[in-house]
């Protein structure tokens, strides 16, 4: 019996997978990793430090070298902290190495990864953190000094016990990127003062110097996410990574989105599988630049520390009261520069001595059509409510109950001046329906029990936008499956097409609280549907109705 429900899990895992809580995969952590420990080991060349540095950052574990960018690709996708991540490491059977070898044979092929699907055959856990990971997203519609709220000091010292991390991260874990890259980046500086304070006893100034840079490269893990686009749009709860978290990170990850960050610098970000492409080139080398920034911090640590010898170091100074906190923490850390401002921030405190322009505060503002696509690409519910149509002798009346998931294709396009007059959209998708209600003809005798379907099959829609805020929409289901009541079953083929005319009049339902959402939809419906119902032995079944859509 446990069998068979770890197969239907793994099957459900398999199919909700955020494809995931991965923004970057593992090949693309991996290359952003290596390529900015290489750049910044040069820049220690020129002034005769990088060997120092290197002797320290050598690691080999299980009887293979890790590279910096492999600490990167693993940390928080397939480990779930950093002693797990050296005790599975320093263990050559174990399945973390079987995993690496498997992402290495992939990325040999030319892909930057390993299938999810053989991923999570070689180990379940890796499904399991890519469902209930939070911390790999922005807290979409949060402002910037709101992502830094949860950070907790106290955490730091937890972090650096064995027995108290998994509680640590435990925390961590519901939090967002911003916040886990900060903390385990103070965790690491913390380890590498420590380490240059020992500088005159060699042999403990390395080791704590390793977990300092096994730490960061937890963190930087962390960092690199936040560069793309599709884990800044997210509400990332458990129960959303269930229904729409993937549809929405992966739209957005294709697609991009425009956005800002702290040196003024607006552009287009993406996600999985843009790394390193030649249209994407100013994109990677600001990942790779804001990794090096967070190396550069800690060898500084390291250096300071070694220097002075004191323990007025940077986590010292940060101060106590809660919003001195969060400023101090993104003036003094460089890498946050780099990444993008999450949506809805207060720009003005952000740029205390920049003007806000215009373009700046569109490419920070709320996303106007965000709703409008998960409404399209979201798993929702639909009710739908059918009476007769064209016919009172041959009908169908019953109540619909709808699941529309996953997606097949679509199209997003806006027109030459980024807006959305004059251009078409579409999305195809699957859907799954039970219905309940009766047959015509009407008052006969025989048709007077109840009639079940069960039907599954495709849904469309089709937009075309009248101007940048109003669309009209087409949409439709091609469905099969069977009916049964009346003292006979037979196969259905059940097509049908309608129209949904709330955004002609300003009224658009995705854009409301979830708890108005339905009952607005039924005393206000405008979403209609005419279809048929086909049978081999009885004529055609015409219906008339309405539709509620509850996107999850």
Request: hydrophobic share 40%; aromatic share 12%.
């Amino acid at each position: 019996m446990m069998k068979k429900i770890k197969i239907l899990a793994l099957v459900a895992l398999l199919f909700l997978l955020p494809a995931s809580v991965c923004a970057y995969n593992y090949g693309e952590h991996k290359a952003i990793g290596d390529q900015a420990f290489i750049k910044f080991v040069r820049s220690l060349q020129e002034s005769g430090r990088a060997v120092t540095f290197l002797s320290f950052s050598d690691l080999k574990l299980g009887g293979a070298n890790i590279s910096y960018g492999t600490l990167n690709g693993l940390s928080g996708d397939h480990v779930g902290d950093p002693y797990a991540l050296i005790e599975l490491l320093s263990d050559s059977s174990s399945a973390l190495h079987k995993i690496m070898a498997l992402h290495d044979e992939y990325i040999a092929m030319g892909s930057s990864a390993a299938p999810d699907g053989k991923l999570v055959k070689l180990d379940f856990g890796y499904a399991m953190l890519a469902m209930k990971n939070l911390s790999h997203f922005y807290r979409y519609g949060k402002s910037f000094q709101e992502q830094l709220r949860p950070f907790d000091q106290a955490i730091i010292r937890q972090c650096q016990r064995p027995e108290l991390v998994k509680a640590a991260f435990n925390k961590l874990n519901k939090t967002n990127a911003i916040n886990m890259y900060v903390t385990l980046h103070l965790v690491a500086m913390d380890w590498a003062a420590q380490s240059g304070r020992l500088k005159d006893q060699p042999e403990q100034a390395r080791n704590l110097m390793r977990f300092a840079l096994l730490f960061n490269g937890f963190a930087d893990h962390f960092l690199e996410d936040s560069f793309s686009s599709g884990h800044l749009v997210v509400k990332r709860t458990v129960v959303a990574s269930v229904v729409n978290n993937k549809a929405l990170h992966d739209f957005y990850s294709a697609n991009g989105t425009v956005v800002l960050n702290r040196k003024a610098e607006i552009w287009k970000a993406h996600g999985d599988g843009t790394f390193n492409k030649p249209e994407f080139i100013n994109e990677s080398a600001r990942v790779i630049e804001a990794v090096e920034l967070s190396l550069s911090d800690l060898w500084m640590a390291y250096e300071n520390a070694a220097l002075t010898q004191t323990e007025a170091d940077f986590i010292t100074r940060i101060p106590e009261e809660k919003k001195m906190q969060e400023n101090y923490l993104l003036n003094n850390i460089p890498a946050l520069k780099l990444v993008p401002i999450p949506y809805n921030s207060d720009l003005p405190s952000l740029f205390e001595n920049t003007l806000v322009t215009d373009s700046m505060k569109k490419a920070n503002q709320i996303l106007p059509y965000r709703n409008f696509v998960r409404s399209r690409i979201g798993n929702s519910v639909v009710v739908g409510i059918n009476g007769p149509s064209f016919s009172t002798k041959n009908y169908y009346r019953a109540f619909d109950f709808r699941i529309n998931a996953g997606s097949i294709s679509n199209r997003y396009s806006v027109n030459s001046k980024g807006g959305k007059k004059g251009v078409w959209d579409y999305w195809h998708g699957y859907t799954l329906a039970y219905s309940w209600g009766e047959t015509g003809p009407y008052r006969d005798e025989f048709h007077k029990g109840a009639t079940h379907q069960f039907r599954a099959g495709l849904r469309s829609n089709f937009d075309y936008w009248l101007s940048d805020k109003k669309f009209i929409g087409i949409y439709g289901y091609m469905e099969g499956g069977i009916q049964y009541g009346n003292r006979e079953t037979s196969l259905i083929f059940v097509p049908s097409v309608g129209l949904q005319l709330g955004s002609l009049l300003n009224i658009n339902y995705y854009n409301m609280p979830g708890w108005l959402r339905l009952p607005a939809q039924y005393l206000l419906p405008l979403k209609f549907r005419q279809g048929v119902v086909l049978t081999v032995k009885q004529p055609p079944k015409y219906f008339y109705g309405f539709e509620m859509d509850f996107v999850l």
